[in-house]
Structure formats: structure tokens, C-alpha cells
């Protein structure tokens, strides 16, 4: 069954406008993983953080966790036309990932 | 060089063949897997393998059979296709560490686009 719920689901904002994904999910987890998916294209890992780090950067991508509320938070600063894809947060669970159904993020020129 | 690569691109075929889709990877992993991503975006895990041996099989119909070769070669044959198996099939592989049973971040072909009419 689906572990991870991102919300929005899509997401409209200027370029240099910061974007905000959230995840939630349901069981205790070893991570969380982001991932983003350019149309057409495979799956490009961004992050990943582990269940006991409560945030994460790189580059202009921070990204939180609180296990206590089973959420995260992807925020993307400064974005660019490039940025637009779809975001999917996977939880690690034992020896596998499970995906969300994902944010569409569409950078506004 | 191409990390994950997957043949063919593209598969349009009818209902009731048979068809394979090849998954290669060059990064030294030891663990790969078979995703299925519907219409909706919706990415679901089919397969894993460590080492050539299966290790995950997600609820899958057996007209699903994997195949791996070596650690780098990861095939999935489909039996008696059916239209709702029309989806992009994406393989994917990671390095399994120490202690065993972590996740770790995954590396994904371009997907296969299977259509089926």
C-alpha cells in the first residue's frame, strides 16, 4: 500500500519564487528519500535523509523531517524554468522505498 | 556513460504476446529492481534482486517473470500481455550497505513506454 502523501499535488509559482512540498507518511521509516522526474525522463535522486537528522541542504534544495508528525518538507529556493518536474518523497522502509504519487511543480517564466 | 540503461525505449505491441525488457547497469550495485509507473504518476515497486537473487516480489502476476544473469543485468519478461499492462516500466539499482536492510538512494533508467493494443 502507498506510505508517502505529497501535497500539493501541483504547484504553479514565479521563477525565483521559493516552492514548498510536503510529505506525510504513515509507519516508522529508516529515511526519506526526493526525487524529482522530468517529463518523459527516469526518476534523479536529490536527497536523502535519515530518521534521525531533522534537516538537510544542497544546493538550493533544504530539506526537513520530523518523525514525531511522520512529515517532511522539500523547499526549493530561487527556482528556475528548470526546476519544473515532478517531486515524489520515498520513505525507506527496511530494504526497500516506497513512492508517492507525487507534486507537479510547474516554474512560471 | 550511461548509468542504467534500458532497451527498448518504446514497445507497442498487441494483447496476448510475450515481450521482454532488457536493464543493464554500470555502477557496481548490487541490488536492482522493476518499477511500474501508471497514467497517474503512480510509481510502485514490482521487483528487487540482490546479488541475482529475488528479494522483493510485490503481489506482481506471475505472467511477470524477472531474470538476472549477473548483479548487472536485470530482465523482466512479460507472458500474455494484457492493456492494463500498458505503463513505463523503469529499472533502478542501489548499492545495499552495511548493516544490511538500509535503503539507499536509487539510480533510474530512462523507463520503457509499453503500450498495449
Known amino acids: 500500500s502507498q506510505q508517502g502523501e505529497e501535497d500539493p499535488q501541483a504547484l504553479s509559482i514565479q521563477e525565483g519564487e521559493n516552492a514548498t512540498m510536503n510529505c506525510s507518511y504513515k509507519?516508522?521509516?529508516?529515511?526519506l528519500q526526493w526525487y524529482r522526474q522530468n517529463s518523459g525522463r527516469g526518476l534523479v535522486h536529490l536527497i536523502l535523509i535519515r530518521s534521525n537528522e531533522r534537516e538537510k541542504h544542497s544546493g538550493r534544495l533544504r530539506v526537513t523531517l520530523d518523525t514525531s508528525k511522520k512529515s517532511s518538507s522539500l523547499l526549493i529556493t530561487a527556482s528556475r524554468a528548470a526546476d519544473t518536474a515532478s517531486y515524489f518523497c520515498a520513505t525507506g522502509i527496511y530494504d526497500k522505498i516506497i513512492f508517492g504519487k507525487g507534486t507537479r511543480l510547474h516554474i512560471l517564466p | 556513460d550511461t548509468a542504467v540503461s534500458q532497451t527498448p525505449k518504446y514497445l507497442v505491441t498487441q494483447m496476448g504476446n510475450d515481450k521482454s525488457i532488457k536493464c543493464e547497469q554500470n555502477l557496481g550495485h548490487d541490488t536492482m529492481y522493476w518499477y511500474k509507473q501508471d497514467s497517474k504518476k503512480f510509481l510502485k515497486i514490482m521487483f528487487s534482486?540482490?546479488?541475482?537473487?529475488?528479494?522483493i516480489n510485490e503481489t506482481v502476476p506471475n505472467r511477470f517473470s524477472p531474470k538476472s544473469p549477473d548483479k548487472a543485468h536485470l530482465n523482466l519478461h512479460i507472458n500474455s500481455l494484457e492493456l492494463g499492462d500498458s505503463a513505463v516500466y523503469f529499472c533502478a539499482s542501489s548499492q545495499v550497505g552495511i548493516p544490511s536492510g538500509s535503503s539507499y538512494e536509487q539510480y533510474f533508467g530512462p523507463g520503457t513506454r509499453l503500450t498495449v493494443t
Open positions: 509507519t516508522s521509516i529508516n529515511n
Open positions: 534482486y540482490n546479488n541475482k537473487e529475488l528479494i
